[in-house]
């Protein structure tokens, strides 16, 4: 449970901070940059969720981590924009409403989603390694 939350707070944090930017720059209704938005927010999920990248085994696992989690994003923005109801919020003065169908929204329900999802299959052991007996080496006899 506890790494389904820690998934939810970093995913939350990654889309909070690009849909912040897209409201911002005025840019957050527009479709094209909903994609390059939730692409960058699956891309820094994939890098800051589950194992972080100096205890990664390789340099590239955080590499591919970052670039699937790119495609990911824009393939649920894609599914978002696709099949979510197109319903719209009232806020305060400086954001205005926003949509379902908009990239400040995708931004924070793909951080969220990949967040978690990232989070729980990648995040490891709680417990520590138990120590492995060496094996002997085999004398000649």
């Not at 379902?100 to 299959?121: K, N, P, Q, R």
């Amino acid at each position: 449970m506890m790494r389904v939350l820690l998934g939810l707070v970093k995913g939350l944090a990654a889309g909070a901070a690009v849909a912040y930017l897209l409201v911002a720059l005025g840019v957050a209704q527009s479709g094209a940059l909903s994609f390059v938005a939730c692409a960058l927010v699956g891309a820094l999920v994939g890098i800051i969720c589950g194992r972080p990248p100096w205890r990664a085994e390789t340099i590239w696992t955080p590499v591919v981590k970052a670039l699937f989690g790119g495609l990911v994003g824009a393939a649920l923005c894609f599914v978002g924009r696709r099949f979510l109801p197109d319903a719209h919020l009232a806020l305060a003065a400086p954001v205005g409403s926003i949509g379902t169908h908009d990239g400040s929204f995708l931004s924070i329900a793909v951080g969220v989603l990949y967040g978690i999802f990232v989070e729980v299959d990648d995040g490891g052991s709680d417990k520590p390694p138990a120590d492995k007996p060496r094996a002997e080496a085999q004398r000649p006899q």
